[in-house]
């Protein structure tokens, strides 16, 4: 092992910086009651499974009370758990077995919206006098139809939803049944506080924050800003009274506890990441943003893959750009997949079978090497890839199906569409958690809520466990790479041979550590230039078992080495 978590004075250290996040998606990672959903038994009694990873912290996307309409992004209460996934003291069991083991857990704040079956909702729809009234952003239809405002799932495109109850409209930024909190009200904001404060003080260690940056709204609901012309995104996310909502949380609640926060940071850039996480602004530890999930698809297109695929070099540039201006303040987060993308090997990767587990691994080496805590995806370290569904029928996720909705309504492609969805849809990332080669892979002994990839005949926990060579021992050794050399965490990160359009280099320095991370994007044997001598250099880890006699990286080729 090398001496490289020598000197670490200078270091900011933070346990939330030198973590490894599994995020687990409940609804499909073990059912432990053969109802075919995925249920907070069915987690803990695979919680030695996971602390085997070597993980450090699981964040569970939501598993309170909810409707499920859009998989619990629509919570009914905050403060219970949602009927299918057990009950509060299977939850607390979870947590004391996570703790026992030395994991923690972020669980998810979705505060941006409810669900409608909230009890708030249910009160301030009956009149406009109701105490919950202003509970929710609400549009008297008498002034006329308010400026128009986009939603992500509506089937019209439409966030503003007419009641006749009261004669208004609500709003809702996403489906009809998530109508969005009113954060303006203080009342609300004093609920929330609450309501984390409850969790914290059940040993919870942190959140993530659903959609965080959009729940400032202008109230007078102006028509769209010139500056944000063709981009309702950046101004939902540009609110005026955002940061002061955040550091009323912080000063109000987070300070209080020795948790982690990182905001789902959708419409932020470089420009303005600084605001959320610099240290000294005392709002959030983290954000992870979106501008590498655009790449490689078709401008204004909904999630139309470009047949050219997408750009290493822009993508280099991307990663490089918010290394970068995380260099002197402020954390950075890495990740290629979650519920909301597809299966990182599909869409970065190569999931043809000759190439799956290579670019698999690869994928792998460069989330566990960069300057970032990385976000790690529940099956990704097992190269599950997309299922690929041919039929609307398959589909459980709103947002595909009030898309295909929406594109039918208005004559559209559907052929097309549903091609784009194999490769990006949501649904491809949530199929279930492959255990075996049992029915429904181990997941269930019911009929699963969302079909199981057929191939997890062959890619699955089982069949993977016993072979050294397998994409889970290779994360398992690559999690411990990252753990032993403090220079992956905190190491100045180089990028190396900018214009090769195949390979992706850097290094990565700490004190008198040097490692040279080589990663081939592709699946032709590739050059690489980076100036520097390997033919003394140790190799900590590579993806394939024999070694390299030529001067090329071979297809999907990935390398750690030690520099002297
Ligand atoms: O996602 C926010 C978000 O941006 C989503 O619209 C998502 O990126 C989508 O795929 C964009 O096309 C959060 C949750 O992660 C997501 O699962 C929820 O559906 C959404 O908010 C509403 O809560
Ligand atoms: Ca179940």
New binding site residues.
């Given amino acids: 092992m090398s001496s490289s978590n020598s000197d670490t004075t200078n270091l900011d250290r933070k346990w939330w910086k030198e973590a490894v996040v599994y995020q687990i998606y409940p609804l499909s990672f073990n059912?432990?009651?053969?109802?075919?959903?995925?249920?907070l038994k069915?987690i803990t009694s695979k919680l030695d499974y996971v602390k085997s990873l070597g993980v450090d912290v699981i964040w569970l996307n939501p598993i309170y009370s909810s409707p499920n309409k859009d998989n619990g992004y629509d919570i009914s209460d905050y403060k219970n758990i949602m009927q299918?996934f057990g009950t509060m003291n299977d939850f607390d069991d979870l947590l004391k077995g996570m703790h026992e083991r030395g994991l923690k857990l972020v669980m998810d704040l979705v505060v941006n919206h409810s669900s409608d079956q909230h009890e708030w909702f249910q009160q301030s729809k009956r009149s406009r006098d109701n105490p919950y009234r202003n509970y929710y952003h609400w549009w008297p239809a008498e002034k006329g139809k308010p400026a128009h405002r986009w939603s992500f799932f509506d089937v019209n495109g439409d966030a503003w939803q007419y009641d006749e109850s009261t004669n208004s409209y609500y709003l809702h930024y996403f489906g009809d049944f998530q109508p969005d909190l009113n954060w303006e009200n203080p009342k609300v904001r004093e609920e929330i506080f609450n309501m984390i404060k409850f969790w914290f003080d059940k040993g919870v260690d942190g959140f993530r924050m659903d959609v965080i940056p959009f729940i400032s709204k202008d109230i007078t609901f102006p028509p769209l800003p010139e500056k944000y012309h063709g981009d309702y995104i950046s101004y939902y996310a540009h609110g005026p009274h955002l940061h002061e909502y955040l550091r009323e949380m912080n000063e109000k609640v987070l300070s209080k506890y020795d948790v982690m926060t990182v905001a789902e940071g959708v419409g932020i850039t470089t420009n303005d990441a600084h605001l959320l996480v610099d240290p000294d602004r005392n709002e959030l530890n983290m954000l992870y943003h979106f501008e590498g999930m655009g790449l490689g698809l078709l401008p204004n297109q909904f999630k139309v893959p470009d047949p050219n695929g997408f750009n290493l070099v822009e993508f280099k540039n991307i990663y490089t750009r918010w290394d970068e201006i995380f260099k002197d303040k402020g954390w950075g987060t890495v990740y290629l997949g979650n519920h909301d993308q597809p299966r990182m090997v599909t869409r970065w990767g190569d999931d043809a079978p000759e190439f799956r587990e290579l670019s698999s691994k690869m994928l792998t080496t460069f989330l566990m090497t960069m300057r970032a805590t990385p976000y790690y995806y529940n099956g990704d370290e097992l190269g599950m890839n997309n299922i690929k569904f041919d039929s609307i029928d398959d589909y459980r996720d709103v947002e595909t199906l009030n898309m295909y909705q929406q594109i039918k309504n208005n004559g559209g492609d559907l052929k097309s569409f549903l091609e784009a969805q194999k490769i990006m849809a949501r649904d491809n990332s949530r199929t279930p958690f492959q255990w075996d080669d049992s029915a429904n892979a181990g997941f269930?002994t019911g009929m699963p809520w969302l079909k199981v990839n057929p191939n997890y005949r062959t890619i699955n926990v089982a069949a993977e466990e016993n072979n050294s060579n397998s994409c889970l021992n290779y994360f398992r050794k690559m999690v411990k790479l990252r753990k032993d050399n403090l220079v992956l965490v905190y190491g100045k990160y180089t990028l190396l041979d900018k214009g090769n359009k195949h390979v992706y280099a850097y290094t990565r320095e700490l004190n008198n550590n040097k490692l040279l991370v080589l990663l081939n994007f592709s699946a032709q044997d590739a050059e690489v230039n980076t100036g520097i001598d390997i033919n003394n250099a140790k190799i900590l880890i590579s993806n394939y078992t024999s070694i390299n006699t030529s001067n090329l990286l071979r297809p999907y080729e990935a390398v750690v080495y030690e520099l002297e």
Avoid: H, P, Q
Wanted: overall charge negative; glycine content about 34%; aromatic content about 0%.
């Fill in positions: 059912d432990s009651n053969g109802d075919g959903i995925g249920d069915g299918a269930t």
